[in-house]
């Protein structure tokens, strides 16, 4: 029998390329609201009420509500906002984190996808805390870029209509809202500085993580600290530096679910840049939704992505 899977928010970016990617199993069966009645609340309850999992792929306000009206009927949910990642009683889809969170993930009721944004810096950060390269009350600060499907529906308008044309940075009154989970599930007591960036082009992200005083001992122990940390891992990998050298593409894994990690540096300086490489609505969106869908289903983790 199909799991039933409800995706509440589907014409959004993120709910249309995870329909994409689970319209052609045989596996699932997705539960849909006529289009007439998408905002009509006893509509989505009833469909909450009828799928075995929901993905919500809401603002944060309108997420927070669908979960209370899923709450009567023991609804499994999946939340792409931001409004439950730092919750303790939501388990953080995030399953390459650490040893035991996939276990969790598979025994859990409610789960909070990870933003594009977080899934690079904590991928980066926790194993270097882990392993003492860095100090959880001094990390060091992100910056990075992403490409305008990152912004969601308003941002996607502006460049696609020319109203914003170019690149810019933003968050820099170091307000971001991925800055709470990034120091959570990073295993930091302080939020680092953190400046992100939008390019003109759709899709793609590269984050970098700065180091100083890291050197060749340290850089080497850096990335045997990352390789130990997702050895045997599906999506995520750790790469050669030749492989991004001189020159790093943010768009290399668009279409994937994959997140790509490297170590770069000079060793004379000591000064040293950690690179992630992500499809922002792959492994950073959507592909992690369904990842994490089918770790709630019990399926191969892998089917559809």
């Given at each position: ?87 303790p009683d939501w388990v953080f889809g995030f399953p ?128 045997e600290a990352l390789r130990a940390a997702y050895e ?19 768009e290399r894994l668009n279409g994937t679910n994959r ?47």
């Amino acid at each position: 029998m199909a799991h039933k899977v409800f995706i509440d928010g589907e014409v959004g970016t993120t709910g249309l390329q995870i329909r994409e990617r689970l319209a052609p199993r045989e596996d699932i069966s997705l539960v849909q609201v006529a289009p007439e009645r998408r905002k009509d609340p006893e509509a989505r309850r009833e469909a909450l009420a009828e799928a075995d999992v929901a993905i919500l792929c809401l603002p944060d306000e309108a997420a927070k509500e669908a979960a209370a009206l899923a709450a009567p009927y023991g609804t499994r949910l999946i939340d792409a906002s931001t409004a439950h990642r730092v919750d303790p009683d939501w388990v953080f889809g995030f399953p390459e984190m650490s040893k035991g969170q996939r276990a969790a993930l598979s025994q859990a009721t409610r789960v909070s996808n990870p933003g594009c944004w977080s899934t690079c810096a904590i991928a980066l950060i926790r194993p270097l805390v882990e392993a003492g390269l860095i100090d959880p009350a001094s990390p060091p600060a992100i910056s990075g870029v992403s490409g305008y499907t990152g912004g969601g529906k308003s941002m996607i308008a502006e460049y696609e209509t020319g109203e914003v044309q170019g690149s810019f940075l933003y968050g820099v009154t170091q307000g971001h809202k991925h800055l709470p989970e990034i120091k959570l599930h990073g295993n930091l007591s302080t939020v680092p500085v953190f400046v992100p960036s939008v390019g003109q082009y759709a899709q793609g992200m590269a984050v970098v993580l700065h180091m100083r005083d890291l050197g060749e001992t340290g850089m080497k122990a850096a990335e045997e600290a990352l390789r130990a940390a997702y050895e045997g891992e599906r999506f995520v990998a750790v790469v050669d530096p030749a492989t991004h050298e001189p020159r790093v593409w943010p768009e290399r894994l668009n279409g994937t679910n994959r997140l790509e990690l490297s170590v770069h540096g000079n060793a004379k300086s000591g000064a040293a840049t950690l690179v992630a490489v992500l499809d922002n609505l792959g492994k950073g969106a959507s592909g992690a939704a369904v990842q994490n869908l089918n770790i709630l289903l019990g399926v191969d983790e892998g089917t559809g992505l």
